[in-house]
């Protein structure tokens, strides 16, 4: 079967628990493949509980979300993780790297977990590490820091790992969550053009959060949450 969009969501509600009113509120929103996507919107409007159910760590209590062509409300919490081992490369605000591992090593995780995303990163090099150097290289990361641990980074650094991490294997949906709040303006835009000339490559999807609105020049495709929620919409407060 042709898979021609990335992500849909069809009359999804999602309410957190001992609330009284739900948090994301989402008629419909459809995005194609390779799309690089800007999600905007202050604190609080409901983009973290956006991601959650995107990425199936969540799922709704009403609707459907289907991510590249799969059903996500019809796998287990396992199947979930699995699909989104394989299919989705996640960059954390903080980045969530692990500090007893080297930079390598951290970039390397993906593989550990999926497979499809190793056996890719295999034909793409030599060898994992071999592919994990190429792209860190490509992100500008010092090979004089690929062995040292996460701690002795500075922030710009780390953000680079996390790049990286989610980029390896070729993952066909690249989230990011609000990556470059802790850099300053022109750190912000290198990375940025970094991360879609990376995505470009391996023809993903890219879904990039921030509260920013003056990153979303960067992107193709503006999405304002505030305005698609009709939580919000119906003045409720998200």
Known sequence: MTISLAIELKQVSFTWPKQATPTLVIDHLSIPL???????????CGKSTLLSLLTG???????????????????????RDQFRAQHIGYIFQQFNLLPYLSVLENVLLPCRFSQA???????LSESLAQQ????????????????????????????RVAAARALIGQPELII???????????NRQAFI??????ANRSAAT???????SNLRRYFNVHVDLPTMNQVNQEGESS
């Not at 995303?117 to 034909?123: D, H, M, S, V, Y």
């Open 117 to 123: 995303r190793k056996a890719k990163a295999e034909q």
């Open 57 to 79: 760590i969540i799922t709704p209590q009403v609707g459907q979300i289907d991510i590249l062509n799969q059903s996500l409300n019809r796998l287990s919490q396992s199947q």
């Open 206 to 212: 890219v879904i990039f959060v921030s509260h920013d």
């Open 34 to 44: 390779q799309q690089h996507v800007f999600i905007q919107g202050p604190s609080g």
């Open 193 to 198: 053009e970094l991360l879609l000339e990376e």
């Open 132 to 159: 994990a150097t190429q792209l860190l290289a490509r992100l500008h990361l010092p090979a004089s820091c690929f062995d040292r641990p996460i701690n002795e980074l500075s922030i710009g650094q780390q953000q």
């Open 176 to 186: 990011a969550d609000e990556p470059t709040s802790a850099l300053d303006q022109e």
